[in-house]
């Protein structure tokens, strides 16, 4: 009868995780719609009391007795589901808020490679589209559907308890209704699995395609990117009119049935009023059941529907929660603070499985000294940063730090160690201190404004309207390249990593900002170990060490002094034609 097939482990371990620490709240949730089935099913009773009472020309006085009960009851009933309402979104929001929560912090975790493979709109769709879903099941499902099951059965025991003949007609008419229904459910529930695909690869498609407008116009896409979004609303349209559609017929044939339903009600209960078998009260009451019925049967359909739902829901977040990041987090303790020996021993590393894009690099960078490394676009210089970072991790060769393998430590211990200046500054949606501080509000506002002065930034930051309070947009709006690499510069020196990483813009700066990047880079190999990916020979003038990449190979290592004064060395070759061979 059912084609869904529920993997019932799977919900109670979902439920009994997010609903355990509200166990108090959903037992009272459980205890109301025990109490609320009982009325719903004793108010019948009650009116055939009263008809019955009534045909027998009973006192007046019981007859506003038995109403006054009937009016009292479904007073406090409403009253009760009011409360259920209250309690069910508050135990389904409070469980769900705590599942996005856990997604949303598990999706930052996960390594670059997961968020190459999976756009932004995507995840969105995932955090808030699928767990919406589940809010329904934590709110809803889990209760209503128990408690309408429980109501039918209720109904169809003091049903039967009134003759065999109607009690089995009326199970009859709930299994051929609750069957038929899930015929024609079986033809659109998977027009809807459908539905909610298309709109995540839209969501995501709009995503990628807003990120990137600027890109888009400037080369002229527009009219292709709309030619996408076209063929997309030309799928989504027929499908959800299809969905919407099988809504609709789902509902004619339920009104339909409750029609047949409450035709066989009164065709066996009038028989067995004719025959003297019950009274008049008992034939409304059975028809009352009859009425009753019709909406515990119409919700079990829409909750089976939901679900299915919250099903394909689960399974996908199910998916993603299992997705492990390969970046694992050691056991040992932090590295030890102030600047470290780096080394890289013999490490391949390749981002595909038949592809090398390090190929043994092998090196070894002294506790305080510094790094340049050269190498055309492509050659492997971020990479090597990004193994630094345990972004990856190597194929072949361990890269260690003061001689331990940096997968020992807790990569947040190892983050928190090894900091990076890149090309590309990332802003928030916050101000300019949020934006240099990530929230810690341990560092002082002097601390902040001393390093933005020490980075040459100050008229800068006297420029904007409200100084460190002035709000950043996400995307860097306003700032230059030089800027954003100077507050790039001055993240790092207010997190203080003993290692750092820089990735020099490789644009072209006017000379004041030049002048002022060189000089927070002097500042940056103080007491620091460095390595430098360098795109300005005057900041490979001022480094101890020099690493020359091609193609992933090492094809010079040296101290800088010496491959300068040694003629036939590829570096002092790039001192002699200039920068050009630095970066291109
Ligand atoms: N995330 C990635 N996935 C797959 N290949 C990548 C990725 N990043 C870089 N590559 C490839 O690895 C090689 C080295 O890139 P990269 O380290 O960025 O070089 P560089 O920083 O020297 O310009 C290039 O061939 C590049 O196409
Ligand atoms: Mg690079």
Redesign the pocket.
Known sequence: MNPVKIPLSRYLRLLSGYLKPQWKSVALLYGLLIASIAMQLVNPQIIRHFIDSAQAKAEVRELYYAGALFIGISLIYQLMILITTYLSENVGWTATNRLREDVAEHCLRLD??FH?AHSSGMLIERVDGDINALSNFFSKLSVMLLSNLALVIGILILLFREGWQIGLVMLVFVGAAISALQYVRRYTAPLWTKVRAISAEFFGFLGEHLEGTEDARANGAAGFVMNRFHRIMRRWFPLRFKAFMGFASMWITSLILFAFGTAMAFAVSASLYRHGAITLGTVYMIIYYTEQLSRPIEQIRTQMEDLQKADASITRIGELLATESTIKDGTGSPPEAGPSTVRFDQVVFG??EDLV?LNHIDFTLERGKSLGVL??????????ARLLLRFHDPREGVVTLDGRDLREFRVEDLRRHVGMVTQQIELFQGTVRDNLTFYNEAIPDSRIEDILRELGMEEWLASMPRGLDTPLSSNGGGLSAGEAQLLAFARVFLSDPGVVILDEASSKLDPATEQKIVRAIDRLVRERTCII?AHRLATVRRVDDILI?ED?HMIEHGPRQALADDPGSRFSHILSTGEEELSE
């Not at 190498?375 to 090597?384: A, C, E, F, Q």
């Open positions: 670059p490679s190459k981002y595909e894009t190498g055309r676009t492509g050659s492997g210089k971020t990479t090597l990916i990449l992933g």
